[in-house]
């Protein structure tokens, strides 16, 4: 079944249609929760009810862009939404981990397995997790990521910071990497 076919399909709530979309989706999807969950069953509650909403708002897909971004933009909506429902993002961890910036920007090196540093992340507290997995891995800005979380722009900036430097203490006491050689935007590889 086309694109195409899946979206008319769906728009007409066929039952086919609805059932070829999530599965064709699904698995990249489940791993976007994956990394705001905090074990496989939240995720793939967060990943049911994404596709709840995308099921519901499919009329509203323009073809504008990717049919998979733009599921992917609901399904971390609904992530949000759920951890929100839960839990507050301006509560902080001790600064103890944010002892200073980290003055270089190298890479993770690429024999890094994904799966290791998803790990790591979802090992953080949820509001350094939230922030960082927003800002370097979907690509919103501190000031998107505000709004989304009813924080301020500076709380997430500073939660971004503090995500970082407590990430890359994770990734070397596992040794996955030596310090100072971590950069987020480069983990774009492990969605």
């Known amino acids: 079944m086309t694109i195409e076919q899946m979206l008319s399909g769906c728009i007409a709530k066929n039952a086919a249609a609805q059932e070829a979309l999530y599965h064709r989706f699904s698995p990249k999807m489940l791993g976007v929760c994956y990394r705001f969950a905090k074990n496989r069953e939240d995720a793939e509650d967060m990943l049911q009810e994404g596709f709840i909403k995308v099921f519901m708002q499919i009329q509203q897909f323009r073809g504008e862009g990717s049919l ?6 609901i399904v971390v909506h609904t992530c949000i939404n ?36 998803v790990e790591c992340i979802r090992s953080l507290p949820l509001g350094y997790k939230t922030v ?23 709380t997430s900036r500073s939660q971004y910071t503090r995500a970082r ?27």
């Not at 998979?68 to 933009?73: A, L």
């Not at 927003?134 to 500076?154: K, M, N, P, T, V």
């Not at 890359?168 to 774009?188: F, G, S, Y």
């Open 82 to 117: 759920i951890l929100k429902k839960n839990k507050k993002f301006n509560e902080s961890v001790d600064i103890i981990h944010a002892n200073g910036l980290m003055g270089k920007d190298d890479f993770i090196p690429s024999i890094i397995q994904a799966k290791q540093v």
């Open 68 to 73: 998979e971004g733009w599921i992917r933009r």
């Open 165 to 191: 430097i407590m990430l890359e203490d994770l990734l070397v006491k596992k040794n996955i990497i030596q310090k100072n050689t971590i950069k987020l935007k480069t983990l774009k590889a492990v969605q």
């Open 132 to 154: 960082l997995n927003l800002y370097a891995l979907e690509g919103f800005s501190h000031r998107e990521i505000g709004e989304i979380l009813d924080i301020e722009e500076s």
